[in-house]
């Protein structure tokens, strides 16, 4: 068939209202998969018969099984191309690609024939695809679940066993150690941000006042060369994958002169900074990354060298193990040594007097993820209004974030339709974002965790440190392993079913004298645990700095 006649029958047969009758589908169904069109011929009438079946208002289930079956009959680089597009529409949309493991298979099969025929630029743009459909966020944060928890392993096979894989896995080391801190003058500190701020400022308070460290603070999202260079993940990919590229050589430009003159570099958040640092050879100077929860689920980890890291800091045990599970540049010969630092927070201002209507006052602070699952409180809520309709809920913080994805607003919809019947009756109220969570937070007298997963949840210390009476679900994401929400709180504190955190709130607010033992009881744990007077030693051993 000629490609003009052919061109011609892809437009006229695959209109909605034409492929909207299920005979016609079939029959341009049989003809994607004749062998009388060429390859190029099926593959686009694949695409056009997917697309009018949506159009049309096919159930998108009998769409995908069009696509893919057609894909069967096209040359295997068409059939990757088929199926990664299929996916990243389908992940567009909101869900999870029902042949998402297909198409991450058929897509590393590409690449590792062009890495093997030397062609690095197709094998690294294959890898990119990859990478970036496996780890979106549509599959890890924007739902109440995640492949990479319910079987780690089986997920991430086809990656780690491809050759473009281990070859983005393989440590490349460095050439010396990193150096003994200095004993002749105040050790050289490098703080390196490429996000959230939040988690940094106490440890740059402290050593930016410490005699023995000078210190340096570098934000790269305002640095005019290394900004731009976060920003380019497909250039980041190849220059992992192959090494040599003139991506590699600006990274090594702007990074050289801060290795040359720190001791010791701090990487906060293991995301593009981290993988960025390790693209060279640090030389003598140490690394240290700490990675917070977030990160686990996303492609950093594939594209941090941490054969080059020399310390990796977790914010928790279950972090940790999870990380252990899923990222293999953090165990074997040449991985880095890991420790376990809360998080810097200064718990003292939190200390305010509560009034006793905050006794029936539950609160949530933080409802900006998905992972967050207010939805969980707000079961609670109902539960103990239907015998006590004292109790209320404030939510605080900014809300759902419903710009990064369709699964994120479709979540955000049904949270909508819960909050409409309840803030009418006064039983829920939103505060909004406030500069002051101290103040907030002296007017609730019982503080939630309802997350799906959490790495140390610092809302619930700061309201444990005021007082509130904690109420922590058991994190679903690492539920049944050896540390959880279980290892970071009390075990009293830690519920695993709405009924059950009920039934706590009623236990603990039933009296007042009861509800502000419990919370003193509470405030004593937090300040004496984690309040960062008591926690900043440990991170002074971590980073080898003396008594100040």
Not at 200 to 212: I, K, S
Not at 441 to 456: K, N, P, Y
Request: charged share 25%.
């Amino acid at each position: 068939m000629g490609s003009k006649l052919a061109a011609g029958v892809l437009r006229r047969v695959t209109a909605p209202r034409v492929v909207r009758h299920r005979a016609a589908a079939r029959l341009i169904h049989g003809l994607a998969a004749a062998p009388l069109l060429p390859a190029g011929a099926r593959a686009s009438l694949a695409r056009r018969l997917r697309s009018g079946m949506v159009r049309a208002g096919w159930p998108a289930g009998d769409s995908r099984a069009a696509l893919v079956a057609v894909a069967g009959a096209v040359d295997p680089a068409a059939r990757a191309d088929l199926l990664i597009e299929e996916a990243t529409d389908e992940l567009a949309e909101g869900r999870t690609p029902a042949h998402l493991m297909d198409a991450v298979r058929a897509e590393l099969a590409e690449a590792d024939r062009a890495y093997a025929r030397g062609d690095g630029a197709a094998a690294a743009r294959r890898l990119y695809r990859v990478l970036r459909t496996q780890f979106h966020r549509v599959l890890h944060f924007d739902q109440l679940s995640s492949p990479l928890v319910e079987d780690p392993a089986a997920f991430l096979a086809p990656l780690h066993g491809s050759a473009v894989g281990r070859a983005l896995l393989a440590p490349r080391g460095r050439v010396k150690p990193p150096a003994p801190a200095p004993t002749d003058r105040p050790l050289r500190l490098l703080l390196l941000l490429n996000g959230s701020a939040h988690f940094l400022q106490a440890v740059r308070e402290r050593y930016g006042d410490h005699p023995g460290v000078e210190l340096r603070y570098l934000r790269l999202d305002d640095d005019p060369v290394a900004g731009p260079l976060t920003r380019q993940s497909r250039r980041m990919v190849a220059e992992a994958l192959l090494g040599g590229t003139e991506y590699g050589e600006q990274v090594e430009r702007w990074i050289r002169p801060h290795l040359d003159w720190a001791d010791t570099v701090f990487v906060d958040w293991a995301v593009a900074t981290a993988a960025m640092t390790t693209l060279v050879d640090p030389g003598d100077t140490r690394i240290v990354v700490r990675l917070h929860s977030y990160e686990a689920f996303g492609r950093w980890p594939s594209l941090i060298d941490f054969s080059r890291v020399d310390d990796v800091v977790f914010v928790s045990d279950h972090l940790r193990d999870f990380a252990l599970r899923v990222t293999p540049g953090l165990v074997g010969a040449q991985a880095p040594r890991t420790h376990v630092l809360c998080n810097a927070v200064e718990l003292t201002p939190f200390r305010r007097a509560k009034e006793p209507s905050a006794r029936f006052t539950l609160g949530l602070v933080g409802t900006s993820a998905v992972a967050k699952d207010p939805r969980w409180a707000i079961e609670v809520l109902r539960l103990l209004r239907a015998s006590d309709e004292r109790y209320r809920l404030l939510l605080v913080g900014g809300g759902l974030d419903t710009g990064l994805s369709r699964a994120a607003r479709d979540y955000a919809a049904a949270l909508e339709k819960d909050l409409a019947e309840l803030e009418a009756t006064g039983a829920v109220t939103r505060v909004g974002h406030t500069d002051d969570v101290p103040g907030v937070l002296a007017g609730i007298g019982v503080v939630l965790s309802s997350s799906v997963r959490e790495s140390f949840h610092c809302a619930v210390v700061e309201g444990a440190a005021s007082g509130a009476v904690p109420v922590v679900r058991d994190w679903p994401f690492f539920a049944g392993g050896a540390h959880g929400a279980f290892t970071v709180f009390p075990a009293d504190w830690v519920v695993d079913t709405p009924a059950a955190a009920a039934a706590r709130i009623r236990a603990v607010t039933a009296d007042e004298q009861v509800w502000r033992a419990a919370g003193a009881t509470a405030a004593a744990h937090a300040l004496a645990t984690w309040d960062w007077s008591v926690t900043a030693p440990h991170f002074d051993r971590m980073l080898g700095i003396g008594a100040a």
